[in-house]
């Protein structure tokens, strides 16, 4: 089955430790991407990659980090949360070959930050 | 820089009555891409329909539709003859291709469609 796997979905943790959310495709989709969704703000670009070893900030980066060492993967890393980034996270991946390929979520990952 | 705007916040209707989710973007660029997505209580992400902007022929899918209009700069939807299973949180998102290829993604804040049986 298609799909995007993300690992945690639920996740609570203290303000400074260190976490990583995985993230994993198996549609061998060159395209792939982080959100985070608060409520009124809708859904907000952290960061995209276009391919492996190829990555560029969406809207809101701060305070995150990523990396596409293989095509499949691309895992968020917060080195260091903060209770502002407690939110909604949702991984998506999508075909290049066309401009207008949709994007495919994962499930979401409910991060709390205390 | 573009923006998508989804002015209503929530909307309530009876079964089966008809109603529209509004969608205003605005972007410089003359090719782009036009999306909307479901978000179900359940809260997975869920692709509805795509629309390029050189398309400007409205669709019909079963008891949805969407409106594409360049002019105005919206790109509606409506559900005819609602029903319960259409609750869900809808957003609409915006693609364009800049310069080297990148494709920036940006999304509304979403529309909460409440559907009372």
């Known amino acids: 089955e298609a799909q995007v796997t993300q690992n945690p979905r639920y996740l609570i943790t203290v303000t400074g430790k260190k976490l990583t959310v995985t993230c994993s495709q198996n549609m061998n989709h060159e395209y792939m991407s982080w959100y985070r969704q608060d409520p009124g703000l809708g859904l907000r670009q952290i960061y995209y990659?276009?391919?492996?070893?190829?990555?560029d900030k969406g809207d809101v980066p701060e305070g995150y980090k990523v990396s596409r060492k293989e095509k499949r993967n691309f895992p968020l890393i917060l080195e260091s949360p903060s209770p502002n980034q407690t939110s909604l996270y949702f991984c998506?991946?999508?075909?290049?070959?066309?401009?207008?390929?949709?994007?495919?979520f994962g499930n979401g990952t409910r991060l709390t930050v205390t | 820089a573009q923006k998508v705007t989804q002015a209503q916040t929530e909307i309530s209707v009876v079964e089966k009555e008809d109603v529209t989710l509004d969608c205003v973007y605005e972007?410089?660029?003359?090719?782009?891409?036009l999306f909307w997505y479901k978000q179900p209580p359940s809260g997975e992400l869920v692709f509805l329909i795509r629309r390029n902007s050189f398309d400007e022929q409205n669709e019909i899918s079963g008891r949805y539709s969407w409106n594409f209009q360049k002019s105005t700069s919206s790109f509606n939807f409506t559900i005819t003859a609602s029903q319960v299973v259409d609750s869900a949180v809808y957003f609409c998102a915006l693609v364009r291709t800049n310069s080297g290829g990148y494709q920036k993604v940006t999304f509304g804040t979403g529309t909460k469609l409440q559907v009372i049986p």
């Open positions: 998506a991946s999508r075909s290049t070959s066309s401009y207008n390929s949709p994007l495919h």
């Open positions: 972007t410089r660029d003359t090719t782009y891409y």
């Open positions: 990659s276009m391919n492996v070893e190829v990555t």
